[in-house]
């Protein structure tokens, strides 16, 4: 299954963190249409939506965190939460994910992320749903254990004390879909650890800091070993 399970020696106990890769990154593919970059379906497109918040992961960027999760993708269940056009999902997708379950709220960007998953034919292990990726839909809908959890919300969500604090409350929420050696990614513009993103329930979170308003915090298990 090309999995890293238990035992798997990533970083210090209580939890093994995913492998540590050097996060300083160049910008220069800023502006890119996004796409796959690895997998069954690498090199192909991904449709996006002009005039909206929508903020894909660059390439670099997503190889990074890939790299971070390698061995923890192939054969597992992922989440993806604000999932936008697929980025993260549908990259999930075509490196050998076993399902993808992907939430995203806005009808255009909702459109986009669909036409995605079609145009992939990915339909067999991606699920696109629409609804608010801070209810209780992700819950219920995902299958159960979820190994990776992304979560990446607008960052003006992020800046903002009383809404940062609601995705907080999510990523508690969604660690209970997480199997023991599962990791949840939460991107955000703020520093850590001058801004307290702690998960009560969840190791961590360990930052890769990518550029200056870009970081990916990594939580797991604080029973993993």
Sequence with gaps: MGACRRGCSFGESPVSWPSRVDAELPEKDAAAMPRIIAGTHRSRTLETVEGTTTRP??????????????????GFNVLDLFAGIGTMGLEAASRGAASVVMVERDR??????????????????????????????????????????FVDPPYA???????????????????????????ILLRTPLPHPKT????????????????????????????AT
Excluded: C, W
């Design 57 to 74: 992961y660059t390439d670099r960027v997503k190889e990074s965190v890939y790299n971070i999760l390698q061995g923890h993708i192939e």
């Design 157 to 183: 969500m992020m800046v903002d004390e009383r809404a940062r604090a609601k995705v907080l409350e999510q990523v508690h929420r969604v660690s209970e879909l997480l199997d023991e050696d599962g990791f």
């Design 196 to 223: 307290d993103h702690s998960v009560e329930g969840l190791a961590g979170p360990e930052a890769r800091v990518y550029k200056k308003q870009e970081t990916v915090l990594i939580y797991g298990r604080e029973s």
């Design 108 to 149: 255009r960007v909702f459109a986009a992320l669909e036409r995605n998953v079609e145009m992939l034919g990915a339909g067999d292990v991606a699920v696109a749903l629409q609804g608010d990726a801070l209810s209780t839909l992700p819950i219920l809908r995902s299958p159960r254990p979820v190994h990776v959890i």
